[in-house]
Structures are given as structure tokens and as C-alpha cells.
């Protein structure tokens, strides 16, 4: 039996756990706001928020409700447009979309809308960036976005004194939110029960943003392992310059988690290339080296930072290097049912630097092209330490050995990077598709080589 | 005024097709569409797909009681294939089930056993085969062939122009029900009610009394509703009228990107010649049309590309030939600009290339030769009120085009791998639907015995506003406030024989139909309270909801004034019927005056490229624009903002890929990629030009939904001015869309 609240109300379901919750909400309920555009995370049309207790107190989130299997909301208050609605008046999100005219068509107003008051529900300090950050995975094919930039500095602008340590107390008190959710946090406390995780579950599903797109009827008729319900799974932690990573923890939570943002220049912003936030709240960092992508960023920055992988099945560990973990296109050693529990990394010292680099057609919400990354160390001017890895050029995320260990011992100049591009240019396998022809790819590749240099060695690469 | 659906969009209370209440027993239905793009169907077993439990029925062509016929214009398009597929996604099947998961799953057990032909992909090649939807068509002025000779400088060139998915959140679909006796309701997402009746009543068989069509509203449709949402419906409909009952079809994103045509794609050649004082003296053109597998509205379209190709100037000789081929795509469609912006492209191609060739400056050719007063078009219309001029010159002027140029020039001198360009693009764009039987329209109006007003047009409200503008028109009339009036749902039962809402002539014409109305009934209880009054009917007036005699305050209000005419049993009630005069176009000639005005405008588009990742960020959009004396310019500058990103959209990232075999690869938003609010330029500034308006424009005010959008093209000028500041090898090229892969490729190409 799955329970959540649904706005205000208890809901206990029997429904399939993996039945998404936007077809629960649309279809079982009746709650007709939230709506359909694609079913694969890409629109935001079906965006709500979701919130868990911590301490008492309630967190939300927007998530893509397309791509939610119901059972990861067990436990949860789920928020739709219906549940932020006030009896009489607009909220000041919804005032700030009407007035600017940020609503043309309509479709795609209620996944803002949702979007906008997560963005007020956070804890952070409003700024209208992070307000754009927000809503950048919703798709409006209308308005051309102006109107809602304007609604965003708006709504930024009303938010400059909130609490952002009882956001929720202060939005009820403003008028963003209904007064029930006063009381959700004692009514969340009341479902204790987990959801029994099955025996001899057909499959694990984590965020399901890669399961729900590519075999969402597998995953309905399937017995589910939710690694959300898994408690030691959730976590990142650091033993000294150890980081590491739970085996369910979100792409949101590196972005949470400061010491990282701290020694890894930029990964806020590299981050912020990955998906948008209404998938990077639920999707893992597990299930994006799973799902072995070629093109996978997150495995992509993990390779160059020559990330070690746990796994356990039938109570028996195994710990194994992510660059030696893929074999072939979508085959890894992993064996069915093996759960990754840990994914291990140094990070890197004073000496080394990282960089990452994606291209794809459009910069945001978009797959790579192809994305590179980097990490080296370099010592008098010599390069001493180099892991550079690429994607899209192979049927694998691919660490770039050869030409990490060309690097190795040469000092930085244009010609050395030619040489390189040379030795790169034969470790890679590149195949024409949507995303790109060989030869773009090639000539990207060799690009994005030389974007590495010229952002960590600017005098060097003139 | 804001628009008028505002509140229900922010709160997720407005209804959209799929949010309709199911009826009890409400079926569901999912189409089988071909997995290949050409071929003969040998055989269709649907039986393991009957076995799954839920499963109702399977719908094939034999099923259909009237005609396997769909096509608009041209005949030459079944509902459901019979013995051949033309198309990837054609509908073969229609499953129908108690669940719309039951009805997808049976579709995947659903066997076709196809016999597969070669599929034609490319424009020039359907061509070669003569592969033809129908005959082409020439658009002429003067004698080309004559004044080659007294040009200074002749270029020739080519361009490819890529088509664009319409990407409308809410996709297409229906929901039909019988109510009784062999009558059915449908709700359907179109763009075109009545073309849904006609197709419905067709298909089944029936008088098009027996069916009515109702629209709410659409979640997007920018065209690909007009036509294409008949097929839709009628699907539904023969559903529930076989089965006797509810059905509902909604697509999902992958079908509807499969099945649905698109924008055209063109290819095409130009040659132009001109003076050494840098006028265009010549100018000939012939384009190839990617019509698809059928004709749907591509003979229409394919006229707009006539008028459109020569943009805002005026060419004393001309020679314009469109070819629409037959390929394996699904039949491609009405898409804001409906064929104007491949022709302008066309034409902005030829100018930018003479520029390159002689070495000029792009401006300097355009401004020459933009169109003035009484200038002749190809079609015969004479220029009237032009204010192309006028507009790209307070471009110029406002936005400091001088200071702009310099900037980039600096910025480029500065940046070895960060390039800017900008480019402009003048506008000229013509308003009525090209064909004139269509530019008709009626309004019903019912004054209710309380002063409250009902309206019912065929305007389809798509996010466009022009319920808004509606109820601005009723008000303005009437003198009362917009809360007193409904704009009611678009009815086949309300207002019969409509023309879809398109070619930006929604609030031109069911407006102008709606004024008639109101009109009518205005003078209706100008009499009435002249009665009450014992004055002329000339003295009153109405206005804030007060009856005024001579403009002074008679003390009698909008609601006793109607109560009064009620009971004197005055009708308050009325049918305006609106046809635009003044056009015709006569095809044997090719020469006429289609159109009721023109629009006018210049847009400046700046670029950021990063040549290091053939990247680019649009920074600015700058436009003048002419919008009439606008009744809504809220809703005006929204249409100009979202009309502008689809455009720059279109010439940027918005890649169609099929394979060569005809299928569709960019089938989803994660291949197809459309704008994002990052991509949204830095800013958009649009002045507007100060005009008395038209007073064939609704309230003279102009119509908006199409002509912002090609503003869009400028952007890919930009980028190729950028580009060119980084190569100096480049040679310009005219090849739409402008992906980050083609700038990479351009940025680092050794020789042209
Ligand atoms: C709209 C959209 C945009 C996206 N953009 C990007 C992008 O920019 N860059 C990018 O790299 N990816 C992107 N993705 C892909 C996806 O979001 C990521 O790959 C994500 O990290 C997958 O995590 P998940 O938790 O959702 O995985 P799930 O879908 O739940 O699972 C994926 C696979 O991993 C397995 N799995 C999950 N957890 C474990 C575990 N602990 N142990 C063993 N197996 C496990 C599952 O069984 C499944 O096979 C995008 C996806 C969507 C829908
Ligand atoms: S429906 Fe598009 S993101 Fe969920
Ligand atoms: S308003 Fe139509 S999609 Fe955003």
C-alpha cells in the first residue's frame, strides 16, 4: 500500500508502484492542472512539487511527475496546482505570471507556476537567476520567455525578506501558500510504514529519469526495488579527501553538498549543464553510471576524476574502478539485481584542476554532442598528472588513456595539444546520429581538448 | 488589458481537450501508424492484439461507412492507409480499448507484413522523378530574361531551408460522443471546426448536420491544427460512431512528432542582378517544396511563398517559380508565416550573397530597394501605406545601427575566440487569407435580459488572445465594461461555415463580424432609449454601461435599457456576417489584390558566437513594428516576443533529421530541441511605428500572430556575419537551420 498526501488530503493507493504519478494524478484523482507535453521530463508541463520531512519540518522540491514511479512519493507530500491555489485571491507567483502576460496558450503555465513556488520554497537567498535556474525545464512554446523573465525578477524582488530557514511558515503567512500546509508536517509524521521492498524485485529503480523514458510499461508491470527507500543509500560523505557518494544520492544533492562545490572549481555551473532541476532532484548519480550512456556527464566527470565503484549482490561487495566498468555499448560488469552502493573519489588537491566541458544544440536540457573532462596536475610548467575523458565518441563513456598518458611529462604549448588531438583522435570510435555527424564530432572532441587548456592555461594556449 | 484567460492559466482551472470530464463507458484510442516510410501493405494481423483483455475493437479502412478521405484541398489523402504507405506514422489502425495503456500496448501486437519501396526524402530529387502534388506555379513582373543584360552585377546561388515541428505543448486529439439518433459532439483541438465537420460528415457518411464541433481553447497549435486535427477527429468520431460510444484520442508527444506534418522544408535556386547604384533589377527564383505524401495545405502555402518572395522590396522584373514534390514525409503544413519565410529567406539569401560578391555592405543593398508607395508587387497590388522605409530607417535611427556596427567591430578586434555579428531583416507581410472565398466571417450575439452579452465567432482562442480582443471589440461597441461579455466556446451549431483561424486574420475578421453585430444591436437600443428619452436616436450614446443623450447622462443604465427593449420585444439578438471587400486575386493571371493590407517592420538581431565551441547566444533583438493602432498592445508585444524566439528558433537549433529512409529521427524534445528560456535573447525591444492603423484592420488595429516571425531570420545572418569574423575563408552559406555542428564546421572550414 503506497500513502502520501496529496494536498491536503491522505491518499493510500494500491495502484502499481511503478504507475507514474502524473497519470495518478490526471487519471485516478482527477486533478486535470497538472499537465501532459511529453512524458519524458523534457516539457515540465507536469511539474509538482514534492515535500519530505526532515526534522520536523517539510522540504520541497519540483519534480517532473511524467517520470515519477509512484512509489517513490510513498511517505510524501505531493503538491499540485490544485494544492497551492488560495480560496479568493492569486498567489504572488501566480499575480506575478498573470500581470506580466508570462501566459499566452496557457499549457505550459501550471509546471511555472509549480516550478516558481518551488523556487520560493527553497532555502536559499532569492536571486532572479536561481528564479530562471527554476523554471528552466519548462517549455513554453508561446511566449518566447520574456514575460516570464519579468514574472521571475518580480517574484524574486517580493522575496528578498524571506525566512529562508521556515520558508514555508513565512510563505503561508505572505500568501504563497494555503494555510493547510501548516499541518503537513504532523500529518507526514503519521505514515511511519515504509513500503515493503519486494524479495525478488525484477528491477531497481532509482529516480527513474532514464527507466520511465525508455521502458516505462516494464517498469508498471514490474516488482520494484526502490533505492529511495533504502536508508544508507541517500547520503554523501567525505573521509578526509575521500568523497563519498551514496548509491541513490541526487545530482541536487552534490549541488547541496559545499565541501564539493568548494574543491571542485565550477561544478556548480558544469551541474547546471546536467538535465534541469525538476530531474536533478530525482535522478542519481547510480543510475546515470548504470544506464552507461555514452554521453552520461555525470560518469563522464567521475572518469576524470577516476571515481571507484561499490557494489554489493547477495551480501558480497566488489569495488571496482569506473573506467573499468563499462565493456561494450550499455554492458557493464554488474551483475542483475547487484546494487551500487558507493561511489568513491579523491578530490582533487591544491596541485590538480578540473574541467568540464559539454556541447550540445541547445546549452541547457540537453544531451551532449559531446562533453569532456579533465583533470591535471601540472608541475613547473610539466604536466605530471592527466585523466581526460570523453563522451559521444564511443560506445562507452570513455576514459581517454592513451592520450592521458601522451600528456603525461610534456609541457603545455598549441603544438603539444596538436600532438595530443593526433593520439586522441585514434582512441576514439565516434558514430553519426542526431546529436551529430563523425566528423562534427571529431573536430568537437578536438575542440573541447583545446577549451580544457585555454580555460586552465590561458597564457599558454595564445 | 490582460488576457482574458490569464487567471485560469495561473491557476490550472482553464479546460483543454484531455481535461474534458470522460463520459461513463469512455473509450480509448491509439493509432497504428506504418513503421515505414514507403511500401505496399501485404497483410495486417491483429490477432494477438485482439487477444489482450480490454481491447474493443480494431479499426482498418474497411471499417469506414463514407469516404476514405481527407484531404482539404486537393483530394489525395485516405483517414486510413489501404494497400500502400506513403509515410512514416501514416495511420493504418485505429485501436480501440477501456484504457488508453491497453490501447498503445495492443498497437505493438498489431503485425503488418510490408512489401517496402524506396523512399524519396529530398525535394530536388521527387522533382527529377516528376514526382509532383500538383503543377507548379510562376509569379512574374516585367522580363527577366530582358534585363540581365543592363545588370552591373548578376549573382547566383542556393539555399536549403529546414522545416520546423510545431512543438505545441498540448498535443493533437479529440473526444467524440454520440448524444442521439445518429448525432455526435465532438471536441476537438483544431484550429478549423467546420474542416473537422466537413471531414467527420465525409468520413461517416452523414449530413454535416449531424455533427457539431466544439473548441475551447487549444494548448498551441502556430497551424498545425488547421488542417491536420481533421484527420484526428475523424478518427475519434468513426470510433464512437461505430461503437456507439465516448471516445477519446489524445497523442502521445511520439506520434504526434511522427505522424504530424510540418513547416516545409524548401530547396531552391536564385539568380539576381543589379545596377551599379546597387538597385535590383532582376530577380528569378525557383523553389522546391517539401510538400510530404500529400497535398493537405501546401497549395495555399505554396502561393504565400509566391507573394512572399520578394520580400519588402520591389523588383521591376521578376520570375518566381514554386514546385510543390511529393516525397515520403508525412504531408507537411500551415506554419505561422505559412510559406512566406522560406520565400523570404530566399530572397535575403540572394541579397546577402550580391552583398558579399561586390563587397558591400548588406544594409546598403536592402535599404535601396525597399518598397514605397503605390510600388507594384508581382501579384499586381499596388503598395499602399507602405512603411517599409520608414521603418528601417527609424530602425536605424533608434537603435543606433552605426554605434552598433562599430561595437561589434571593436568587441571583434578584442576577442580572438568570442565573435559577434548582427544582421537586419525588413518585413513585409500580407493579411487575408490568399484565397478570398475564405475571408468571410459571422458573429453571434446575445444580449441577455440582464445586460449581459454572449459571443460566439469562429475564433479559436490558442493562446493568441483573441478571445481577449474580442470582448475589447464588444465592449468598445457596446459601451460596457469586458466582464459583461462571454466569448463562448467556437461551435459548428453557434457559427456555421467557418474559415479556420489562420493567416493572422483571426481578429481582423471574426472582429470585423462582431462589430457588425454589435453594431446592429447598438442601433437597436439607440432606438429604444430614444423612445424612453422622446429624443433622436442620433443623440444617444452609450458608454461605462450609461445610456448618454447628447453625451450627457440620461440616468438610464446599460441593464434598464436592455430590460426595456426586452419587453418591448425588440430582438437582442444578432448574426453579423463579415467579407473583407476590396480583395480578389485571379489565378489565370496570377494578378489581383489578395490582400487587405500589409504589415510592415525591421528587426536587428546581435549574436554572440564562441568560436572556440561553435556555440551562440542571441544577445538583442531590436525591432520597429507596425502594428496599427493597436487595441491590445500587451497582447501585440507577446506576440511579437513569442512570434520572434519561435523565429530565431527556426533558422537556429530547430533541426528535422529523417533517415534516408523517411524516418523521422528528431522525434522527441530530447532530439528536437526548441528554445529554452536561456536561449531567450538578452533582451527584445520592439517600438512601436505610430500609424492611424488600417481601417480594414479590426478596430484599425493590425493583425499580429504571423509577421514577428520573421524577424527570426536575421539571426541566422548574425551568426554567419559572426562566423565570418572568424574565418576569412568563409564564404557565406544558406543553409537553414544553423546548428552549433554547422557554425563548428563553418568556423574551422579551410576553403570554401
Ligand atoms: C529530461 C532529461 C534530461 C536529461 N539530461 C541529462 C543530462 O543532461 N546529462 C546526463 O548525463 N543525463 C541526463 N539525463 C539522464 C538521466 O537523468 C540520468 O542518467 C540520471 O542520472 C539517471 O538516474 P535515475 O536515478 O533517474 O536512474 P533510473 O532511471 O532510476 O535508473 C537508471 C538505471 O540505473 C539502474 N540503477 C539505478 N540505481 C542503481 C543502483 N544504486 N544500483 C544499481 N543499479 C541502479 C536502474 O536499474 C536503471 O537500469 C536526462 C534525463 C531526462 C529525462
Ligand atoms: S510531461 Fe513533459 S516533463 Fe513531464
Ligand atoms: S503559453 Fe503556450 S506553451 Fe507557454
Not at chain 1, 329 to 335: F, G, I, P, R, V
Not at chain 1, 445 to 454: D, G, N, R, S, V
Not at chain 2, 480 to 497: G, M
Request: glycine fraction near 8%.
Amino acid at each position: 500500500m503506497i500513502q502520501f498526501i496529496l494536498n491536503n488530503r491522505l491518499v493510500e493507493t494500491d495502484k502499481k508502484p511503478g504507475m507514474s504519478l502524473l497519470d495518478y494524478i490526471r487519471y485516478e484523482v482527477g486533478l486535470p492542472g497538472t499537465k501532459v507535453g511529453c512524458r519524458e521530463g523534457d516539457c515540465g508541463a507536469c511539474t509538482v512539487l514534492i515535500g519530505e520531512l526532515n526534522n520536523n519540518k517539510v522540504d520541497y522540491k519540483s519534480i517532473v511527475s511524467c517520470l515519477t514511479p509512484l512509489v517513490n512519493v510513498h511517505g510524501k507530500h505531493v503538491v499540485t496546482i490544485e494544492g497551492i491555489n488560495l480560496e479568493n485571491d492569486l498567489t504572488p507567483v501566480q499575480k506575478a505570471m498573470a500581470e506580466n502576460a508570462a501566459t499566452q496558450c496557457g499549457f505550459c503555465t501550471p509546471g511555472f507556476v509549480m516550478s516558481f513556488t518551488g523556487f520560493c520554497m527553497n532555502h536559499e537567498k532569492p536571486t532572479t537567476s536561481r528564479a530562471i535556474e527554476s523554471v528552466a525545464g519548462n517549455i513554453c512554446r508561446c511566449t518566447g520567455y520574456k514575460s516570464i523573465q519579468r514574472a521571475a525578477e518580480d517574484i524574486t524582488r517580493l522575496m528578498q525578506d524571506k525566512d529562508i530557514k521556515n520558508p514555508v511558515d513565512w510563505l503561508v503567512s505572505k500568501g504563497y501558500l494555503p494555510k493547510y500546509f501548516l499541518s503537513i508536517p504532523d500529518k507526514l509524521a503519521e505514515i511511519h510504514s515504509k513500503t515493503e521492498i519486494p524479495n525478488n524485485s525484477e528491477i531497481t529503480v532509482a529516480g527513474g529519469t532514464d527507466l520511465m523514458v525508455q521502458k516505462s510499461d516494464i517498469v508498471y508491470e514490474s516488482t520494484i526495488r526502490p533505492t529511495k527507500e533504502i536508508e544508507h543509500l541517500q547520503k554523501i560523505k567525505f573521509e578526509n579527501q575521500t568523497c563519498i557518494i551514496g548509491g541513490a544520492a541526487t545530482v541536487t544533492s552534490l549541488l547541496q553538498t559545499e565541501k564539493l562545490l568548494q574543491s571542485i572549481d565550477g561544478l556548480r555551473d558544469y551541474l547546471m549543464l546536467v538535465s534541469s532541476e525538476p530531474v536533478r532532484n530525482i535522478a542519481t548519480i547510480a543510475g546515470n553510471i548504470v544506464n552507461a550512456s555514452p554521453i552520461a556527464d555525470l560518469s563522464i566527470m567521475l572518469l576524470a576524476l577516476n571515481a571507484q565503484i561499490s557494489s554489493e549482490i547477495d551480501g558480497k561487495v566488489n569495488t571496482q574502478p569506473l573506467d573499468q566498468l563499462y565493456t561494450g555499448y550499455k554492458q557493464l560488469k554488474l551483475q542483475k539485481g547487484e546494487l551500487i552502493t558507493e561511489i568513491r573519489f579523491e578530490l582533487p588537491n591544491a596541485n590538480q584542476q578540473f574541467n568540464f566541458e559539454k556541447v550540445s544544440k541547445r546549452q541547457y536540457l540537453d544531451i551532449a554532442s559531446v562533453n569532456s573532462a579533465m583533470v591535471i596536475k601540472v608541475e613547473n610548467n610539466t604536466i605530471t598528472d592527466c585523466r581526460i575523458s570523453a563522451g559521444g565518441v564511443a560506445p562507452i563513456p570513455l576514459y581517454l588513456q592513451e592520450t592521458s598518458q601522451f600528456l603525461i611529462g610534456k609541457k603545455i604549448s598549441e603544438q603539444l595539444f596538436d600532438e595530443a588531438n593526433d593520439v586522441m583522435q585514434n582512441e576514439i570510435s565516434p558514430i553519426g546520429d542526431v546529436r551529430g555527424t563523425v566528423e562534427y564530432k571529431r573536430l568537437l572532441l578536438k575542440q573541447l581538448l583545446f577549451a580544457h587548456f585555454a580555460k586552465l592555461f590561458p597564457d599558454k594556449m595564445n | 488589458m490582460k488576457n482574458i484567460d490569464s487567471i485560469g492559466h495561473v491557476t490550472g482551472k482553464s479546460i483543454y481537450l484531455d481535461d474534458i470530464p470522460n463520459q461513463q463507458g469512455t473509450l480509448h484510442a491509439a493509432i497504428l501508424g506504418s513503421a515505414i516510410a514507403h511500401g505496399k501493405i501485404k497483410n495486417i494481423n491483429v490477432d494477438e492484439a485482439l487477444k489482450l483483455n480490454d481491447v474493443v475493437k480494431i479499426i482498418l479502412y474497411t471499417d469506414i461507412p463514407g469516404d476514405n478521405q481527407i484531404g482539404g484541398i486537393i483530394e489525395d489523402e485516405p483517414l486510413l492507409a489501404e494497400n500502400e504507405v506513403h509515410y512514416q506514422g501514416q495511420p493504418i489502425a485505429i485501436v480501440i480499448a477501456e484504457t488508453e495503456r491497453i490501447a498503445h500496448k495492443a498497437v505493438k501486437l498489431i503485425k503488418v507484413d510490408f512489401e517496402e519501396f524506396s523512399a524519396v526524402v529530398d525535394p530536388r530529387e521527387a522533382k527529377q522523378k516528376g514526382l509532383l502534388l500538383f503543377p507548379p506555379r510562376t509569379f512574374k513582373l516585367g522580363n527577366t530574361d530582358e534585363t540581365w543584360k543592363d545588370c552591373a552585377h548578376i549573382v547566383e546561388g542556393s539555399v536549403e531551408i529546414g522545416g520546423q515541428e510545431h512543438m505545441y505543448i498540448e498535443t493533437q486529439g479529440a473526444y467524440a460522443y454520440p448524444i442521439e439518433n445518429g448525432y455526435i459532439k465532438v471536441h476537438s483541438s483544431t484550429q478549423g471546426p467546420t474542416a473537422v465537420q466537413k471531414t467527420i460528415a465525409r468520413v461517416l457518411g452523414l449530413p454535416m448536420h449531424q455533427i457539431e464541433v466544439d473548441v475551447v481553447r487549444l494548448g498551441g497549435a502556430f497551424g498545425g491544427k488547421e488542417d491536420q486535427a481533421s484527420g484526428f477527429a475523424a478518427m475519434a468520431a468513426l470510433a464512437s460512431y461505430l461503437l456507439n460510444k465516448p471516445v477519446k484520442l489524445t497523442l502521445p508527444r511520439h506520434d504526434d512528432m511522427r505522424m504530424t506534418g510540418k513547416r516545409h522544408p524548401y530547396s531552391g535556386d536564385f539568380k539576381i542582378g543589379l545596377s551599379t547604384d546597387l538597385k535590383i533589377l532582376a530577380f528569378e527564383t525557383d523553389l522546391y517544396q517539401n510538400g510530404g505524401a500529400a497535398s493537405d495545405l501546401s497549395p495555399a502555402i505554396l502561393e504565400r511563398t509566391l507573394f512572399h518572395s520578394t520580400g519588402s522590396y520591389y523588383i521591376p522584373n521578376t520570375r518566381v517559380t514554386v514546385y510543390s514534390c511529393k516525397t515520403n514525409l508525412p504531408p507537411n503544413t500551415a506554419f505561422r508565416g505559412f510559406g512566406a519565410p522560406q520565400g523570404m529567406f530566399a530572397i535575403e539569401s540572394a541579397i546577402a550573397k550580391a552583398a558579399e560578391t561586390i563587397n558591400v555592405k548588406v544594409i546598403d543593398i536592402q535599404q535601396k530597394n525597399l518598397l514605397a508607395e503605390n510600388d507594384e508587387f508581382q501579384y499586381g497590388q499596388k503598395a499602399e501605406n507602405a512603411n517599409a522605409q520608414e521603418c528601417f530607417q527609424l530602425v536605424k535611427e533608434k537603435f543606433n545601427i552605426e554605434s552598433i556596427t562599430k561595437e561589434i567591430n571593436l568587441f571583434n578586434q578584442n576577442n580572438r575566440y568570442t565573435k559577434k555579428g548582427y544582421a537586419v531583416m525588413p518585413l513585409c507581410f500580407g493579411i487575408s487569407f490568399t484565397n478570398t472565398s475564405m475571408n468571410q466571417a459571422r458573429a453571434l450575439v446575445h444580449i441577455y435580459q440582464d445586460g449581459s452579452v454572449s459571443v460566439s465567432t469562429a475564433a479559436i482562442e490558442m493562446g493568441q488572445g483573441v478571445n481577449t480582443k474580442l470582448a475589447q471589440v464588444a465592449s468598445m461597441v457596446l459601451g460596457i465594461d469586458t466582464n459583461k461579455v462571454k466569448i463562448h466556446s467556437t461551435n459548428t451549431s453557434r457559427v456555421a461555415n467557418t474559415s479556420p483561424t489562420a493567416a493572422s486574420s483571426g481578429a481582423d475578421l471574426n472582429g470585423n463580424a462582431l462589430r457588425i453585430a454589435a453594431n446592429a444591436l447598438l442601433n437597436r437600443l439607440k432606438e429604444v432609449a430614444a423612445g424612453m428619452l422622446k429624443c433622436d436616436a442620433k443623440s444617444i450614446s452609450i458608454n461605462n454601461e450609461e445610456v448618454l443623450q447628447n453625451g450627457k447622462p440620461s440616468g438610464i443604465s446599460w441593464k434598464k435599457l436592455v430590460l426595456t427593449a426586452h419587453l418591448q420585444r425588440v430582438c437582442l439578438s444578432e448574426n453579423g456576417h463579415y467579407a473583407t471587400p476590396v480583395i480578389y486575386f485571379d489565378k489565370t493571371k496570377e494578378k489581383g489584390h489578395p490582400f487587405a493590407y500589409h504589415v510592415y517592420g525591421t528587426g536587428i538581431i546581435t549574436t554572440t558566437v564562441d568560436c572556440i565551441r561553435g556555440t551562440y547566444k542571441i544577445d538583442d533583438v531590436l525591432i520597429v513594428h507596425d502594428f496599427g493602432k493597436s487595441i491590445n498592445l500587451t497582447i501585440d508585444q507577446g506576440q511579437i516576443e513569442g512570434a520572434v524566439v519561435q523565429g530565431i528558433g527556426w533558422t537556429t537549433m530547430e533541426e528535422l533529421a529523417f533517415d534516408k529512409n523517411g524516418r523521422l529521427l528528431s522525434n522527441s524534445l530530447s532530439t528536437y530541441k526548441v528554445p529554452d528560456i536561456h536561449f531567450a535573447p538578452n533582451t527584445i525591444k520592439c517600438i512601436p511605428l505610430e500609424t492611424e492603423g488600417h481601417e480594414l484592420a479590426v478596430m484599425r488595429s493590425k493583425a499580429i500572430g504571423e509577421p514577428p516571425f520573421m524577424y527570426g531570420i536575421a539571426a541566422y545572418f548574425a551568426i554567419q556575419n559572426a562566423i565570418k569574423a572568424y574565418n576569412p575563408n568563409h564564404k557565406l552559406k544558406f543553409d537553414t537551420p544553423i546548428t552549433p555542428e554547422k557554425v563548428l564546421l563553418q568556423l574551422y572550414e579551410k576553403e570554401d
